[in-house]
């Protein structure tokens, strides 16, 4: 999902706020990525929330866990940070919708 630029200036605010400082090379330069990424809740395929499809292809569930983030990337070494989207604000919640919780 492309953030929109209002959202990246509260992200921006919420950033500047704690003064983030890289933890690999301790520059404090860095950029954020103008998109929320997700990371995916791993299952080993054959587990309930997979579906296997000629032994080789893996498709996950639409009940699969995804947690929504946004990347801060460092500008000396390139190591990213993640922070919660949710957290972030810029997306909500939808665990009640689909009962995950
Ligand atoms: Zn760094």
């Known amino acids: 999902m492309k953030l929109t630029e209002q959202q990246i200036k509260i992200i921006e605010a919420k950033l500047k706020a704690h003064k983030i400082k890289c933890p690999i090379c301790n520059e404090t330069k860095y950029s954020l990525s103008d998109r929320v990424f997700q990371l995916e809740d791993y299952q080993q395929a054959g587990q309930a929330n997979y579906s296997l499809d000629y032994g080789t292809l ?42 995950w919780e």
Not at 59 to 68: E, Q, T, Y
Not at 69 to 90: D, K, P
């Open 58 to 99: 893996v498709f996950p569930s639409p009940l699969k866990a995804l947690f929504p983030v946004v990347t801060v990337i460092c500008g000396e070494c390139g190591h990213l940070e993640f922070f919660s989207a949710l957290s972030l604000g810029v997306v909500k919640s939808e665990t009640k919708r689909y009962g």
